[in-house]
RNA sequence: GCCGAAGUGGCGGAACUGGCAGACGCGCCGGACUCAAAAUCCGGUUCCCUCCGGGGAGUGUGGGUUCGAUUCCCACCUUCGGCACCA
């Protein structure tokens, strides 16, 4: 028997597997029989630097998850790309100098090799990259299917700009006013900016929650970012300028408490109210200084506002009340506008307080209304209802529902992105560029650092084109598109990443998809997860594909962290490579995955990783011993033989349905301990067969080369997934547990399958149990087959 | 502040449906082999008490339901995540 040499068995294996393109499944021909296949997905890794041990936990489990469903049958689809578009890579570049590109391509080699190294099976065949223009050449024609169903839309707004990165950034990268990148503090201008029209499918997002095999916390992060909430929108005017202001509100059932009335400093009635008023100035003046406040400033909560002098309806009862501007109103959320209900809301209190309002009471203790008129004593939630009747009745007011949503900002005034592909025209407007034009290819430039204005936009070269409708002059959008508009798409061209007369045949699509097991982290919960699901729903709808949720199982991994914080590519100190070349991929693997449950996090420690290597070696010594044995004889029911198949049951139904990856290694443990006490079992050899199968998706190469000790001449990674009997699991006899009053007293081996009434003889028949049967006996519980408990 | 998740030996964790708390592994202690060490193997390892038979306590804290609670319910503490002037 040679020692264990994981190099040498590694190289071995992985040479077999990219040799035989073993990972490679090809794509169905129309009219083939349907089968059973699989799409498992890890999300895309970002080529920004080499991989981390967080990436090892990720690909590896989806890795384990591969193996154990080819091996039951399935042809399992499990391929891989880059997401290679973005501010990362060029940050490097300006930097470190060199070209984005370069950095790019550079990094993705390192981590190919990486991934084949930790022999991953993947199908590198369908391998695609966000940067290539056979890619992005689709994402551009994707977003003009968008545009051209009015999904996509330029509009001047207030957007989130980041002054280091000097670009705009999505509100959902912006973290606690900060951006999500480099931890500036993001501030607000308005910009003509391209936004997707993900607000349209604010229901369609929330409602198919329900239909998805997902996290509960994962929806909840969802569901609370839609924000959904159901009130009505309820009209006040004002008199003297013969004007309506429909305001938003939740609680209709306290109009009658509406002592004042507020709009945002940014809305466009600022001025309307102020025309012609004796401080008209003051109140313009109020509303620049606060609308250009920091985000930072304006969440010190301290209540600030002006008086316009104007007054509004409330059209419950026709009371006037005054019209406030103040910067707790936000522009960008209902109407703009707010009726105030001091007595009721928190921050109408305190604007009340600070500028000494009057405060009504509508609810008392009780819920139920006062103070408001006809509606006195109705429950407050059936006062909401009843109020915006009547108002509805009276042309006043009607349900309406809000969202917290916005519209996503995508155009990034940046260098290295998917140039957005259309051209504008003095005369034309906004006009896409014809598909036959795609791609729109991203230009080589020298200087891409960003200046205030896209780089592209100073690259003559490029930015001049003739309006594709009417030949005159026209200039390109030099915004290039948000990464995550690329990585939206992409677990559709997987399923035929060559094709290049459309982003994907749908036919092909709709047979992989939806992904069956898709993993990642949690921290995309409302970004890629939720921008994917908006595209794969828009592209439903646009007849492109068969389905509306592309994710149909999710499963987040932990983060895997040192000294406290995640594993990221700038954190040097753990070099899987480094790894790799001590230990072994097939240690590392385990070990990962030993550590704990998989969606847990993980505190980096290199402590273990050599008794994962004393395990293999264990192993690989318990095996060549077995080898040496005959083959059971059919039926043999050894203790060894019957461990052998518990094991089977508990792993496979830990990885099937339990989805936990920590414990199967612990059962083979066991087995593998029993083995190498009975290394002479009539079941050993049968019991090393199991062992070595049921760790072949954690560690192929050893497995693989295991297999083949034991005389196999069969592929393992082929083979199919052991099946465990029944019968095996049954015992002759159980330990029955004793207890007294709740207490275990005593513990004792039994046949199994006695009755009760003998069950509890042989309970009272114990030495131990008698010793504490003092006084009346009041009640038996009987567990069959399992315990006795008498309460005396 | 609101919403959510999690707290188990010295450490990572196991206990899936209310039924033996601590599987498996690390670390540590003792032993075998060795001139010695490494490697390997064997035994022990929640805490306290013990006349060595055993007894008591114990899963963040305090209560409750139950014959029986790591598991269910209530309150609280701590840590982590989401939202945050969203009307």
Same mark, same amino acid.
């Given at each position: ?50 991989? &981390? ?107 989130? @700009? ?17 951006? @999500? ?48 909430s159901e009130g009505a929108e309820i009209i006040f005017s004002v008199r003297e300028?013969?004007l309506d202001i429909p305001v938003f509100t939740t609680r209709a059932d306290t109009l009658y408490g509406a002592t004042f009335f507020v709009v ?5 009635l600022?001025?309307?109210l ?29 209540k600030?506002g002006?008086f316009t002098?104007r007054h509004a309806t409330n059209p419950v009862n026709g009371e006037q009340i005054p019209i406030w501007?103040a910067?707790y109103v936000?522009?960008?959320y209902g109407t703009g506008a707010i009726m105030a209900v001091p007595a009721h809301d928190e921050r109408d209190r305190e604007f009340a307080h600070e500028f000494d309002l009057p405060v009504v009471q509508v609810i008392a203790e009780d819920g139920t209304l006062v103070n408001s008129a006809e509606f006195d004593g109705v429950n407050f939630e059936e006062a909401k209802g009843a109020i915006v009747a009547s108002l509805a009745a009276a042309g006043k007011g009607e349900p309406a529902i809000n ?108 047979? @992989? ?106 192993? @690989? ?79 192929? &190469? ?91």
């Amino acid at each position: 028997m040679d020692d264990y040499d994981a190099k040498t068995i590694e190289r071995k294996w992985q040479s077999a597997w990219e040799a035989e393109q073993v990972f490679h499944v090809p794509n169905p021909e129309p009219g083939d029989a349907p089968d059973a296949h699989f799409y498992m997905l890890e999300m895309l890794p970002y080529p920004s630097g080499s991989l &981390h041990m967080g990436h090892v936990l990720n690909y590896t489990l989806g890795d384990v998850v591969t193996h154990f469903r080819r091996r039951h049958g399935f042809t399992v689809l499990r391929p891989m790309g880059f997401d290679s578009f973005g501010l990362p890579a060029e940050n490097a570049a300006i930097k470190d100098g060199g070209h984005p590109l370069e950095i790019t391509e550079r990094n993705m080699e390192a981590i190919r090799e990486q991934m084949r190294r930790m022999g991953w099976a993947i199908d590198w065949q369908r391998e695609v990259s966000a940067h290539e223009p056979t890619y992005y050449r689709w994402t551009q024609w994707i977003f003009l299917q968008l545009f051209e169903h009015g999904l996509a839309y330029r509009k001047e707004a207030p957007v989130n @700009w980041c002054p280091v990165d000097q670009t705009v950034l999505a509100n959902e990268h912006v973290v606690d006013g900060r951006c @999500w990148r480099c931890g500036s503090i993001v501030e607000a201008r308005n910009m003509a900016q391209w936004f997707f029209k993900i607000t349209d499918y604010a229901d369609a997002l929330l409602d198919d929650l329900e239909t998805i095999d997902w996290p509960e916390r994962t929806k909840k992060i969802q569901r609370s970012w839609i924000g959904r909430s159901e009130g009505a929108e309820i009209i006040f005017s004002v008199r003297e300028l013969d004007l309506d202001i429909p305001v938003f509100t939740t609680r209709a059932d306290t109009l009658y408490g509406a002592t004042f009335f507020v709009v945002a400093p940014e809305s466009p009635l600022v001025a309307t109210l102020s025309e012609g008023m004796e401080n008209a100035e003051e109140v313009r003046s109020y509303a620049r200084v606060a609308a250009a406040r920091p985000t930072e400033e304006r969440e010190q909560r301290e209540k600030t506002g002006v008086f316009t002098g104007r007054h509004a309806t409330n059209p419950v009862n026709g009371e006037q009340i005054p019209i406030w501007v103040a910067d707790y109103v936000l522009m960008d959320y209902g109407t703009g506008a707010i009726m105030a209900v001091p007595a009721h809301d928190e921050r109408d209190r305190e604007f009340a307080h600070e500028f000494d309002l009057p405060v009504v009471q509508v609810i008392a203790e009780d819920g139920t209304l006062v103070n408001s008129a006809e509606f006195d004593g109705v429950n407050f939630e059936e006062a909401k209802g009843a109020i915006v009747a009547s108002l509805a009745a009276a042309g006043k007011g009607e349900p309406a529902i809000n969202y917290r949503l916005r519209d996503w900002s995508f155009s990034r005034q940046r260098y290295w992105g998917c140039p957005i592909p259309i051209i504008y025209c003095e005369h034309c407007g906004a006009v896409p560029v014809p598909d036959s034009d795609l791609p729109v290819l991203l230009p080589d430039v020298t200087d891409y650092r960003p200046k205030g204005q896209p780089p592209l936009a100073s690259n003559e070269e490029f930015i001049n084109a003739p309006c594709p409708r009417c030949e005159g002059p026209g200039r390109r959008e030099a915004d290039t598109m948000d990464t995550f508009v690329d990585s939206s798409w992409y677990f559709l061209r997987y399923t035929d990443p060559a094709n290049d007369q459309a982003p994907f045949d749908r036919r092909v699509a709709d047979y @992989w998809m939806p992904i069956d097991q898709y993993i990642g982290g949690i921290d995309h919960a409302k970004g890629h997860l939720l921008y994917s699901r908006f595209f794969v729903k828009a592209m439903n709808d646009l007849g492109l594909l068969g389905f509306r949720e592309p994710f149909q199982r999710l499963f987040h991994q932990g983060w895997v962290k040192l000294g406290g914080k995640r594993m990221s590519k700038s954190q040097g100190g753990v070099s899987p490579n480094e790894l790799i070349d001590r230990f072994g991929a097939d240690a590392i693997r385990i070990y990962i995955l030993f550590q704990g449950p998989a969606d847990q996090d993980i505190d980096w420690t290199p402590d273990g990783i050599e008794a994962t290597v004393r395990f293999i070696r264990r192993l @690989w010594r318990v095996v060549h011993e077995a080898a040496v044995q005959p083959a059971a004889p059919a039926g043999v029911s050894t203790p060894l033989a019957r461990k052998a198949h518990e094991t089977i049951a508990r792993v496979s139904d830990d990885i099937d349905r339990r989805f936990v990856f920590n414990t199967p290694i612990a059962a083979v443990m066991e087995l593998v301990n029993e083995l190498s006490k009975a290394p002479h079992d009539p079941a050993a050899r049968f019991a090393a067969e199991t062992a070595v199968s049921l760790l072949q998706p954690y560690t192929p &190469h050893v497995a693989e080369e295991l297999w083949g000790v034991l005389g196999h001449s069969s592929r393992l990674w082929e083979s199919p997934w052991p099946v465990h009997d029944e019968a095996m699991l049954e015992h002759e006899t159980i330990e029955l547990v004793l207890q007294v009053n709740g207490k275990v007293r005593d513990r004792i081996q039994v046949p199994a399958g006695l009755s009760e009434d003998e069950l509890v003889a042989r309970a009272k028949a114990s030495e131990r149990v008698q010793a504490h049967l003092g006084g009346t006996e009041r009640r038996v519980i009987v567990v069959p087959d399992k315990l006795v408990n008498i309460v005396v």
